[in-house]
């Protein structure tokens, strides 16, 4: 079993920058990504990394977010970077054992942390 728990989220001004941690406990993983869900909207992919260090990123993210993942520590971060009141979302983490990083497919999940921007 795996436990994800995120860290990081707040209030921020737009242009501003946060970064989310994500600490996971219990067995090794291959893929860690974090997710986001806007007020009102579906659930949606921001970015995930591989135990390899591959990454990729929803457009919406690309040039202004960094996934980074510690594996010493088990513990992955998201640098948020000119954030956009848009960015405002509960973010969380999710984790995978096999390969691809599909929203539906993710094994296990973090209970998510609020972000919110300010314009």
């Known amino acids: 079993q795996v436990q994800l728990v995120e860290s990081g989220g707040g209030l921020v001004q737009a242009g501003g920058s946060l970064r989310l941690s994500c600490a996971s406990s219990?067995?090794?993983?291959?893929?860690m990504g974090w997710y986001r869900q806007p007020p009102g909207k579906q659930r949606e992919f921001v970015a995930a990394?591989?135990?390899?260090?591959?990454?990729t990123y929803a457009d919406s993210a690309k040039g202004r977010f960094t996934i980074s993942r510690d594996s010493i520590k088990n513990t992955a971060y998201l640098q948020m970077n000119r954030l956009k009141p848009d960015d405002t979302a509960v973010y969380y983490c999710?984790?995978?054992?096999?390969?691809?990083?599909?929203?539906?497919?993710?094994?296990?999940w973090g209970k998510g942390t609020l972000v919110t921007v300010s314009s």
């Open positions: 999710a984790a995978r054992n096999g390969i691809g990083w599909g929203l539906n497919n993710m094994d296990y």
């Open positions: 219990g067995r090794p993983i291959n893929v």
């Open positions: 990394i591989t135990s390899g260090g591959i990454t």
